[in-house]
């Protein structure tokens, strides 16, 4: 009997095909890297459409060459891929440009603001610097003002999830739980915003320009023999809706209940619960669809989290990896011994995240800064700090979910790239004060997905089920009483005040610049 799952996982800078048996155990990976984007400007980030599809096909027929694989097992596929990466295809669903890359920090200027009585209640609740913002980060508003040749033969204005979804199905549908991006897209009701909604001003369109949305769970259509040919997937199969890659994952985490937060420690790092009901952590701020139907992620993020990790080590780490290469280890493991060489708290070395400006959380003034430099710091102290900075901006976070949603978080799971390192997940326990939880595979994103197409296709009944199924532990991480007390006092009298006191200067910065 068919019981096996196939998840394709498209990140940032790989592609995974991923097979997993219905108790959560991955039997199988291809793991194919991809050049995440192109820039022909700065700012820009842009990416050749067939380089995802290509990397697609290339992990799947990867897969197959694996000993122990059999096609005739698998009795569901899902699609996983990062948010808001925008495509415009034509009636034939060829991409009339280039996609563009969630990454990419282009802005259409000088729209027309929301009117009518959406604007004056939005200049009423201090929220119309907000609106324009929301609309100058709208991929199809710059589309729309500076290629109107390539908007007038847009067909589909598509997500990366839907795009793939066509090539491997023949259909133009998305998953609602693939639906983060800056489009007309109603996050409380999870639907495309209804008439007279204030986003179609934002972001005028056609409602037929975007894709019909199927809920998490349900079919999206079937495998067609030119996507079977491309991919080696069995024609046929039920491609089933999962979710965007950060919902996956926070479902293969284990975290469906409001008092366990999901810690990414990916190329962006976010803190995400799941709850029933619709809140928005900080106004305007949606709260995303999960990766079961009907529920919410609250989330707070830090744009570039991880990847200050990887700049870090690209700028400061040369000394490791070539010491790595010379003992024959990951150097993931020298970088934990360089992190544990400090004593908790950086010698007084405290770092605010924020490398790339936010809409409210932080302010699109916010910049990057490390204070409490000595002459006894080096290296060591600021990578440390970095992780310690990522992890009080994530309890931050916490707090304001906490706030918010009037519900305590007393566990952590913490998945991505960065919950490989002993160090950052002890880092974290303690900066938290809290246990914090590994899951038992690195592949969260995948199993998430992968958890809902046994949902879809009957193999476990219910989400709750597919959870204590297929979701296990691998390490708990337990605060330490005295690292925990040091690091209380760093972020009550010290991180907790940085923000406010150098807002005035960030704010200098952005008008100098």
Known sequence: MAENLLAIDHGTQSVRALLFDPRGNLLAKQRVPIEPYYSDAPGLAEQKPEVFWNAVCQACQGLWQQPGVEKTSIAAVALTTQRSTVLFVDENGRPLRPAIHWLDQRRAENLPPVGGLWGAAFKVAGASETVAYLAAEAECNWVRTQQPEVWEKTHKVLLLSGFLTYLLTGNMVDSVGSTVAYLPFDYKSQKWAAKGDWRWQAMPMRREMLTDLVPQGQELGRISPQAAEATGIP????????????????????????????????????????????????????????????????????????????????????????????????????????????????????????????????????????????????????YRAILEGLAYALRDGKEKTERRSGKPITELRVAGGGSQSNAAMQITADIFNLPASRPHVYEASGLGAAMVAAVGAGIHPSFDAALKEMTHLERTFLPRPEASAIYEELYQQVYLKMYERLKPLYQAIRKIR
Request: glycine content about 10%; hydrophobic content about 40%; aromatic content about 10%.
């Open 235 to 382: 024609a046929g199969l039920p491609l089933i809706a999962a979710a965007a890659d950060k919902a996956c994952e926070v479902l293969g985490a284990g975290s469906l209940e409001p008092q366990v937060a999901c810690l990414s420690y990916g190329t962006t790092a976010t803190i995400n619960t799941t709850h029933k009901k619709y809140i928005e952590i900080v106004p305007l701020l949606p709260a995303y669809p999960a990766a079961e139907p009907g529920l919410y992620n609250l989330e707070l993020q830090i744009f570039r989290g991880y990847w200050m990790v990887s700049w870090f080590k690209q700028e400061f780490g040369l000394r490791e990896q070539r010491l790595a290469d010379e003992r024959g280890v990951e150097p993931e493991a020298l970088f934990d011994e360089l992190v544990e060489s400090v004593a908790p708290g950086s010698q007084g070395l405290v770092l605010q995240p924020y490398w790339s400006p936010g809409l409210r959380h932080p302010g699109p003034e916010a910049r990057g800064a490390i204070i409490g430099f000595g002459d006894s710091h080096t290296r060591a102290h600021i």
